[in-house]
């Protein structure tokens, strides 16, 4: 059966820092991965996703994120982070009916 | 082009009443979804739907119905609300061909059943 796991339920990252947001996932067959992005309020938010071919995907608003087979792994990052990027993020894996597995997400809180 | 619309914002019901989330996309996209988000919570699929006419059940659909008489809209609808039921309700689309696409949310729905 797939699923996703999001170990880190919350973080927070000083303005400018680095950020690193960890997913696994279970899945049988070749994982379509996902990133997305809710902003308090709202839907979500495409950033990133993955079908195949390079492993390092780029998405909107500087993230990306890399797709580690070994060890099921999508794990999300950006080098520098904004006041702006302070939402819920949450990481999911697409079957092949096209239904969405998310995982449980994680909060960003980015202090100036 | 507005993309996935869902009415209303907010609604209070009381328990064992029925009402009907409304979602409309005009992106011409023949997969739809709906999805409830409870509080810590990632995403949980109801209902889903690959074209018109067509729709099968998602992860928790017990206490949901849905209908999909034309591309554009896919009702969900609620017959006896439980507080069980208390939750933010999204709406999706995507168009597909292939293989899994990425998939449009609506703003989403808050409901409380009391």
């Known amino acids: 059966a797939q699923s996703v796991t999001q170990p880190d339920i919350h973080i927070t990252v000083s303005e400018g820092a680095s950020l690193e947001l960890r997913c696994n996932y279970s899945?049988?067959?070749?994982?379509?991965l996902f990133w997305y992005v809710q902003s308090p309020g709202q839907g979500l938010q495409l950033l990133l996703k993955?079908?195949?071919?390079?492993?390092l995907v780029q998405g909107i608003k500087g993230f990306e994120a890399e797709f580690k087979r070994s060890q099921s792994s999508f794990n999300l990052r950006k080098p520098s982070v904004h006041w702006s990027d302070a939402a819920e993020y949450f990481c999911?894996?697409?079957?092949?009916?096209?239904?969405?597995?998310f995982g449980t997400g994680t909060r960003l809180t980015v202090i100036p | 082009n507005a993309g996935v619309t869902q009415t209303p914002k907010f609604r209070i019901l009381k328990i064992g009443q029925s009402m009907t989330l409304q979602c409309t996309q005009d992106?011409?996209?023949?997969?739809m979804y709906w999805y409830r988000q409870d509080p810590g919570m990632g995403l949980k699929l109801i209902y889903y739907?690959?074209?018109?006419?067509?729709?099968d059940k998602g992860e928790v659909p017990n206490g949901y119905n849905v209908s999909r008489s034309t591309t554009e809209d896919f009702p969900l609808r609620l017959e006896l609300a439980a507080p069980s039921q208390t939750s933010v309700y999204f709406c999706?689309?995507?168009?597909?061909?292939?293989?899994?696409?990425?998939?449009?949310f609506g703003p989403g729905t808050r409901l409380t059943v009391l």
């Open positions: 993955y079908f195949s071919g390079d492993t």
């Open positions: 739907s690959v074209g018109a006419g067509i729709t």
């Open positions: 999706a689309s995507s168009y597909v061909a292939g293989g899994p696409d990425t998939q449009y």
């Open positions: 992106m011409n996209h023949n997969y």
């Open positions: 899945y049988g067959a070749t994982p379509y």
């Open positions: 999911a894996v697409g079957t092949g009916a096209n239904n969405l597995f």
